[in-house]
């Protein structure tokens, strides 16, 4: 691990760091996609994601650039399901849903629990409705949707990492004993969990970031989360730029992302994903990255080790 930053990581910092964000209409999801995922129950199912355009996140993470894509005031009244209402005839193979808002989907100030009732029934046809929470915002309101579900509800948590030290440089503002509490809340309420594991974040060096990261999927299933999602970790917030100009942070390989990946399905343990959002980004080789790639793919949707692509690079 590199010596400490001599930036203070906190909030306002991370902030006045910020390039330009882009502009986000509240009537329209800022994208939206369909893609077939390896659910819960094993079978390959066409799953719907909409990035849903709302006041941004209230905790300011060290690495997000989820922001980029947010409103800079409050989330007008019946914006959100409009929003939903607009692009779900596009999703009609869909059997699965993520409703992603660059944040936390229980924080009321990016959308008010008062529309809740409205959104579940526009996703009533869906067999299970994934939505992103912070830790400190699982509670009662969580289940509260829940209720409203014809479906069954699923809440990815940012565990990011579970070094205490950096994960407190990430300025997310919990421990790893808040992330376990939320975990237990949801799995007392037969509620399913899932973690985002980041590769190589900043103060990292390459083999520190891959050992981590496997320490944090072990970690997530011991607890009882059943899916581990990993995302490289990239720059282009502001923050993690500068970061990276003093040497503080440098992007993981596609390597890297190949052995946690196939170290966590090894665990046998629940699903592990590899985030390919952006691969290119982690790639030195032009030759075989779409065979990687490819291979990444695969390994997502049959959570089979396979043989890893030989290159002369």
Known sequence: ???????????????????????????????????????????????????????????????????????????????????????????????????????????????????YEEIASLVSRFETVIVEGHPS???????YFNDMLSGELEVAIG?????????????????????????????????????????RPPFMNEEEGVYWAKR????????????????PVRAGNGAMDLLMAKGEFSKPSLESLEEVLDFGISLRAGRVFADTWDLHLFSKCEACFDKRRSRLDKTNLNQEITQKVSCSC
């Open 1 to 115: 691990m590199s010596s400490d930053s001599v930036y203070s990581l906190d909030t306002e910092w991370i902030v006045s760091t910020r390039p330009e964000r882009n502009k986000t209409d509240p009537l329209k999801p800022y994208d939206w996609f369909v893609e077939k995922e390896l659910c819960f129950d094993r079978v390959v199912k066409n799953t719907g994601t909409i990035f849903l355009s709302n006041k941004e996140c209230s905790f300011k993470c060290l690495m997000c650039d989820l922001w980029k894509n947010t409103l800079t005031g409050p989330t007008p009244s019946g914006a959100i399901p409009h929003q939903i209402e607009s692009v779900l005839p596009y999703m009609k193979e869909a059997k699965q849903l993520k409703l992603y808002n660059s944040g936390s989907f229980f924080d009321e100030k990016s959308i008010p629990h008062q529309e």
């Open 137 to 143: 915002l699982i509670n009662k309101r969580s289940l």
């Open 159 to 199: 565990l990011e990492t579970i070094h205490p030290e950096i994960l407190r440089k990430l300025n997310k503002k919990m421990t790893v004993e808040d992330f376990s509490r939320a975990v237990d809340f949801l799995n007392n309420h037969k509620i399913r969990s899932r973690a985002f594991i980041l590769l």
């Open 216 to 231: 944090s999927i072990e970690f997530a299933f011991e607890k009882g989360v059943e899916c581990c999602t990993v995302i």
